[in-house]
Every structure is written in C-alpha cells, then in structure tokens.
C-alpha cells in the first residue's frame, strides 16, 4: 500500500472491481496480514489499462488513480476490534474474505466509522 499511497495509483490484474470505481469514491487501506486498517483516502482517476511497470512483483494493468493517507502502523486499527460495529461484517466469522482480493465495496457509514478511529487513533498519539 504505501507504494500505491506514494505513485498515487492502485493496480490490479483483474479490473472487475476497478472498473467500477468513480472519482471521489471513499478508499480504506486493509492491511491482509496485519489485519490491519490503516489508511484513508479517494479515487482520483477512474479505472484505465495500463501496460507500463508501476508495481514491484507484477505488472497490475488494471488501475485507478488514488489519493491515499497512510498512517503509521503504530496507528493502525485492528479490523477486529471494529467487525462488530461495521455492516460489512456483521454476523460473519470469516469477514476476511469479503475484503480478500483487492478492492471492494463496503457501506459509506462503515468507511465513516473506520475513518474517525484512524483520526481519533492520529490523535490520540500526538
């Protein structure tokens, strides 16, 4: 993630998801083996193929531009201690997989509630 947050674009090798992305659209940064939320930010660009290397491990042709804030992981929120508070993964015991994969598309006031821990953890280590 941090070196999507540093050339300010996401890829993918399937565009499924991406394709639907709108300038504007709220991203969360989920950190898979951390398990981890750890930034905030927008889509700046909608979804355009792209065979230029941007990425190590892979070429990621399919892409959105973004505008990510990525927070120390000392400021990390651990997924867990918000699943039973988020839509997306009420009554779920394997909520992971819903966020497996890239990119995906969780209710607005779950993004809000994600965000304001990141702040309030921002805050709260200064």
């Known amino acids: 993630m941090e070196a999507c947050a540093n050339i300010g674009v996401y890829g993918?090798?399937?565009?499924?998801?991406?394709?639907?992305?709108?300038?504007?659209?709220?991203?969360?940064?989920?950190?898979?083996?951390?398990?981890?939320?750890?930034?905030?930010?927008?889509v700046t660009k909608e979804y355009y193929l792209d065979d230029k290397?941007?990425?190590?491990?892979?070429?990621?042709p399919n892409r959105v531009g973004?505008?990510?804030e990525l927070f120390p992981q000392d400021n990390a929120i651990n997924?867990?201690?918000?699943?039973?508070?988020?839509?997306?993964?009420?009554?779920?015991?394997?909520?992971?997989?819903?966020?497996?994969?890239?990119?995906r598309k969780i209710p607005f006031a779950d993004y809000k509630k994600i965000a304001d821990a990141l702040s309030q953890a921002a805050v709260t280590a200064r």
């Not at 290397?53 to 990621?60: M, N, Q, Y």
């Open 12 to 42: 993918l090798n399937h565009g499924s998801q991406l394709s639907k992305m709108r300038v504007g659209d709220k991203l969360v940064a989920y950190i898979r083996k951390e398990t981890t939320f750890s930034g905030i930010g927008e």
């Open 79 to 103: 997924a867990w201690s918000l699943t039973d508070n988020l839509e997306f993964s009420q009554g779920k015991l394997q909520w992971q997989g819903a966020l497996a994969g890239g990119m």
């Open 66 to 68: 973004i505008k990510l």
């Open 53 to 60: 290397p941007a990425f190590e491990g892979g070429l990621f």
